[in-house]
């Protein structure tokens, strides 16, 4: 008998930005100017995007977060809504402006980002309770780090204790957030999280199967993926550690990618999806983001992703 579940449902406790991207031949380096292509204004933000992605890829998602009473704050909540995410949890701030994002992107699509986070950083108390009155029937929970470390580390917990699967994607990289580990079923960092979760150094794939291993071994109670872009991700998984490759596609972006992955990943296991099904299904959300411009501009839809995979 078939043990899938179809409709999951899952809670996103994060981050709302609007982003500003300039797109560019290259990054400016401290001290240049550079002339740019494009600028736009793009609604983004860690958590949100993940909500997105999870909704496009057909999850029930309620969104709990912060945004400003300003205009930026609006067009992020018609964002959630017009891509069918509850923002029913989505409080407001009247005293500080909503989170925003600076990104630059070069030719590559390779981006780099200075967050303001605004008011995603306000009054953790209310979020908090927010946040566990939105968890009682959902099958995941996902956070990431630009929200206060309070809040984070008070829901994971909260959810442990629930037995609701916490996917903690540890970005930005901050040495701060790492107590949540105890509480994660799933982390998602990229090598410059991994290098400061770990304290190693990694250069090469050989290092992040090291620092893969390394989590593994200090966290057994969690499946550590370390993210390598166009390479794919090492998975530590049934005490045996490996690359599962990425898929080659034609890249934009790369604003939201890790989001993309982890939404992909979280979905298809709450569905009961076997472990190297689930990276793959995360792997092929996270290529297909990169396709498009922006974050949650870029997150693609469930029909899209299974004829990608040919599911
Ligand atoms: O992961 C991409 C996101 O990081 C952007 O949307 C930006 O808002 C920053 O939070």
Redesign the pocket.
Known sequence: MSTKKTNVTGVVVG?L?M?LIVTGENIPRPGETLSADSFKTIP???GA?QAIACAKLGANIKMVGRIGNDYFGQNLQNSLISNNVDNSFVLVDENVPTGV?L?SVNKHGENS?S?VYGANMSLPEKQLIAAKESIHDADFLLLQN?IPVELNMSIAKYAKSKNIPVFWDPAPANKDYIGIMEFCSYITPNIIEAEEITGLNIKTPEQAITACEWISDAYPEITPLITLDKEGVVVSFDNNTKIIKSFEVDVVDT??A??AFIAGLAISIAEGNNFIDACNFANATAALSVTKQG?QTSMPNRNTVEKFLKI
């Open positions: 981050s930005n982003d983004g933000g860690k995007n994002a990104i980002i967050g630009e604003i939201g890790g989001d974050a």
